[in-house]
């Protein structure tokens, strides 16, 4: 499975977001797709993340309200619209797959994903 995030781009305090996450093959194989970001100097951090069958989803608190998770199975493509955008959202944002069905309760952890995308630079001026 290869996995190909975009979408990030430099946009001011309050803009919004598209990122893409689109995977290589039919995601048959792909139980749930976990967005990450990564700003310098800090570790990777679990952003949102969606079941593929039934659509459940899970997000960290600091994006709850601004960030919405979704997915296109016809499309093999998995979206993180992101609304109100601030400084502190501003990173590297990558994409990866869980292929073995982990428990949501452990979506946040990136050793739980065994497909990752390249990363797309998400940048935030104030």
């Known amino acids: 499975v290869q996995l190909q995030a975009c979408g990030g781009g430099l946009v001011q305090t309050g803009d919004s977001l598209r990122l893409s996450c689109a995977a290589s093959r039919r995601t048959f194989n792909i139980y749930a797709v976990g967005w990450f970001r990564q700003a310098p100097g800090k570790e990777r951090e679990f952003v949102a993340a969606?079941?593929?069958?039934?659509?459940?989803?899970s997000y960290t608190d600091s994006v709850k309200g601004r960030f919405t998770i979704s997915r296109d199975n016809a499309k093999n493509t998995v979206y993180l619209q992101m609304n109100s955008l601030n400084p502190e959202d501003a990173a590297v944002y990558f994409c990866?797959?869980?292929?073995?069905?982990?428990?949501?309760?452990?979506?946040?952890?990136?050793?739980?994903?065994?497909?990752w995308g390249q990363g797309t630079q998400v940048t935030v001026s104030s």
């Open positions: 969606i079941r593929l069958s039934g659509g459940s989803t």
């Open positions: 990866a797959a869980d292929t073995r069905n982990r428990r949501s309760d452990m979506w946040y952890r990136p050793s739980e994903y065994d497909y």
